[in-house]
């Protein structure tokens, strides 16, 4: 739940190599973007071998976004930075705010079928990450 007042953030992982065309892909999107934006980071995260980390096996570009306290214009932005990001595989953050399916967002992390059952869940992990696995 979302309180009045409080910081809506977001941030999108992207294949380092995908930098550059990810960067230009938001740029396309800027006019809906700037009027709710407080503050944008990008920032790179080197490779892991955290099964469920959006840096796993890949060096990222984080792409982070800080919004104004709206998430009635928010919750219509990020449908369409997913899709201009979604060539570059763009995981988001999952404790941040985003708009991706369960379906998609599955599909982006190949260790998720052999994550432990039953592991670090609550509701929101359940409907997101393991409900097609459980």
């Not at 934006?37 to 060096?59: F, G, R």
């Not at 570059?88 to 999952?94: Q, S, V």
Request: proline residues 7%; glycine residues 2%; hydrophobic residues 40%.
């Amino acid at each position: 739940m979302l309180f009045l007042g409080e910081e809506l953030q977001s941030e999108y992982f992207v294949p380092r190599h995908y930098a550059y065309q990810a960067l230009c892909a938001i740029d396309r999107i800027r006019d809906y973007i700037s009027p709710h934006l407080y503050v944008s980071e990008i920032h790179t995260i080197a490779e892991d071998n955290l099964w469920m980390s959006p840096c796993y096996k890949q060096d990222s570009v984080a792409i982070h976004f800080t919004w104004k306290a709206d998430w009635n214009a928010v919750r219509k932005i990020l449908p369409l930075i997913e899709e201009q990001n979604a060539p570059f595989l763009a995981r988001p953050y999952c404790g941040k705010l985003f708009a991706m399916q369960p379906f998609h967002l599955q599909s982006l992390y190949e260790k998720l079928p052999y994550f432990p059952q039953g592991k670090f869940c609550n509701s929101f992990f359940n409907k997101y990450i393991m409900d097609s696995y459980s």
